[in-house]
């Protein structure tokens, strides 16, 4: 394990990094920008069309979503050669996993020794499978064949590992003393990943909207239609991993010659490498998108003055005859396997839901049989926190978590056929719906209870009211539950087939845009595209699909959804 990159990144690579980010971000950002247009009267429409009813009985928890901070020694591979030391780890609420040499340095608020933010890493706790995974980095030259270049550290057994994986950082590994401590920092970092890879979905921002569309609509215009896991984490993140999924194999291939050793040996050093890749196309990303924060900051605030008095006039405008190889397609390849894959999802997320409510009813009934048994202050307001912090509590809410987790082989299965590649992302999702609607839940409770408790009651009274509230809070929850599993199916069946759609029809439809182009050109609004209002037409048609696939797998009459449609559809 005594390789190293022959040399670190010189001036002339980090200057072609610097290039190829500069290309990336010179063709990005004016998809950028028109997607910001179009996600503004995407809003405005909402504001100004028929309001929909209210839709959600719980409160909407104040409290930001985190992770439950997590601290503890492990031993860390590191070094050059790698040798394993001992450090005390600390996984921050935000998701940032830092390390200190001791735990009195991390007490003296002393530096890290290193630190990481968790966006994109995948969690192994199974050496051998670490062991495949390390080999397929190099497969020309297995570690197993090697015997000038031995790497006692990985083949002698690890009791309790913690690996984590990245497709294009350095791996961190790392080892537990006791199968216990290994299971708490495994819920911990689980929960600390999907918190950094979600924080662009979470978001209902116009903003982060448009940017997630620019992603798509930039890698379809590549060539890349399918939906996967590259829109996991920051801005900046996003599109170091979009530029670095194309760059990375080529890299790799020719750096691979120049690094000393062989087998596990130059796949480590290869990992150490591609990390410095990584942090050099990270910064360059993030200072470009800095640069461009004051523009986007004015252009959002000029669309919506521009965009308000011409959006009569916008929505009227008349969109491209696509509906007859639209219709044969979704007839020959979306009809067949939609009904499968709505059934699957349906029963992911109610699967997840269910044990959240579970989960809640367990945890409102334990404070009723607390009060009942007259307490004292200190216990009681014990039990009160802990019942406020189950949502971010990993433990409590694995259940919940690894509902979503069951299906996630079936359902990469029955999306293969729509080149969809983002399962992680889908569970990640389901996941984060699961916490969300517990937070609001367990919001609702304390509310309520803080207003019917009062001092005249005893603790039987106290514990009836509390019944009463929980009550309550089930029917709350039945219902928002309902309506967040329609939205979160539709949305997700939306990403999985509309770009595949797309792709089936680019050959047959994109030939009579250019008609419509004059059209568009003479509304002279940037949130208006040719592309923009094809791809609206596809979606509605889908929507339409998806709605009645929905329909029949819940038992129920359509309904309004909140989940992002066409401004077409809205105007209608």
Known sequence: ?????????????????????????????????????????????????????????????????????????????????????????????????????????????????????????????????????LDALCPDSSGDQVQEDTEPLLEAPVSFPLFLQHPFRRHLCFSAATREAQRAWRLALQGGIRLRGTVLQRSQAPAARAFLEAVRLYRQHRGHFGEDDATLGSDAEVLTAVLLRGLLPATRAQSLRDLRGAGRARAWAWT??????????????????????????????????????????????????????????????????????????????????????????????????????????????????????????????????REAERSLGTLGQLAAPFGFLGTQSLVFGVQDLAQQLMANAVATFLQLADQCLTTSLDCQQAAEQLGRVGGRVLKKFQSDGEAEQRRCVRGWLLSISLPFVLSQLQRNCRTKLPEFEGDVLAMGSQALTIEGIYEDVIREALLQRIDQELKKGLGTSDSPCTQEASWHQEAA
């Open 272 to 401: 150490e490498l591609a990390d410095a890749v990584y942090a050099a196309v990270l910064a360059g990303a993030s200072a470009g998108l800095r640069a461009f924060q004051p523009e986007k900051d004015e252009l959002l605030a000029s669309l919506d003055r521009s965009l308000r008095p011409d959006l009569d006039q916008m929505l009227q405008l008349r969109a491209p005859d696509v509906q007859g190889p639209l219709k044969a397609c979704l007839r020959r390849k979306v009809d067949t396997q939609l009904p499968q894959v709505t059934q699957t999802l349906l029963s992911t997320v109610e699967a997840a839901l269910d044990a959240v409510r579970t989960l809640l009813a367990q945890g409102m009934d334990r404070l009723s049989r607390h009060l009942r048994g007259n307490p004292s202050s200190a216990r009681l307001r014990r039990e009160v926190y802990a019942f406020g912090e189950m949502p971010w509590d990993p433990e409590l809410m694995r259940k919940c978590y």
């Open 1 to 133: 394990m005594g390789a190293r990159p022959s040399s670190p990144l010189d001036k002339q690579q980090q200057q072609q990094l610097k290039g190829e980010v500069d290309v990336l971000l010179r063709n990005f950002l004016p998809c950028y920008r028109r997607q910001l247009a179009a996600s503004v009267l995407r809003q405005i429409s909402r504001e100004l069309g028929p309001q929909e009813p209210a839709g959600c009985q719980l409160f909407r928890s104040k409290k930001l979503p985190r992770v439950r901070e997590h601290r503890g020694a492990l031993m860390h591979l590191q070094g050059h050669p790698p040798r394993w030391q001992a450090v005390f780890c600390v996984l921050r609420g935000d998701g940032r996993l830092e390390w200190f040499r001791h735990k009195e340095e991390y007490e003296s608020g002393r530096p890290v020794l290193g630190s990481t933010a968790l966006t994109g890493y995948t969690l192994l706790t199974s050496q051998p499978e670490y062991l495949r995974l």
